[in-house]
């Protein structure tokens, strides 16, 4: 008996630990892109408190073709939102104006767009468990 339950723990300790590990891609693209200047800069988040501010992994895409995609590879398992904006003067950041509102095209996961502020993570996140294709629009 004792010897089963010993069996029993390693198994279920193994299995555990494997879906623990278990790493994904997210295949994103791109659309609404305007023109071919500059980059479009990715960002991707995995807690409300860090979004917009501090992501997990960032990228630079050159568009092509009024055109971008990225694969993003080995995900663990999680809740994520994704941020993006089209750096369109190539001075590597965000134009915003006097108030603090984007000047250069942007997008988020899940269309999420904020009201009178910036998107909201609750409206931004979604779940990976497998690998993800999504479509984000440039606004």
Do not use: W
Request: net charge positive; aromatic share 10%; hydrophobic share 40%.
């Amino acid at each position: 008996m004792k010897n089963l339950l010993i069996i029993l723990t390693f198994i279920f300790t193994g299995t555990v630990f494997t879906c623990a590990q278990e790493k994904h891609s997210i295949v994103i693209d791109f659309k609404g892109i305007k023109s071919n200047n500059g980059n479009l800069y990715i960002a991707i988040y995995n807690e409300e408190e860090s979004f917009l501010k501090n992501p997990i992994k960032g990228t630079i895409v050159k568009i092509e073709d009024k055109k971008a995609s990225i694969t993003l590879k080995d995900i663990p398992t999680g809740v994520y939102a994704i941020s993006a904006f089209h750096d369109s003067n190539n001075n590597n950041k965000l134009d915003t104006n006097f108030l603090g509102i984007p000047k250069e095209p942007i997008g988020m996961s899940n269309g999420a767009t904020g009201f009178m502020g910036a998107p909201k993570y609750r409206d931004a996140k979604f779940k990976v468990t497998k690998d993800t294709k999504l479509t984000i629009a440039l606004k």
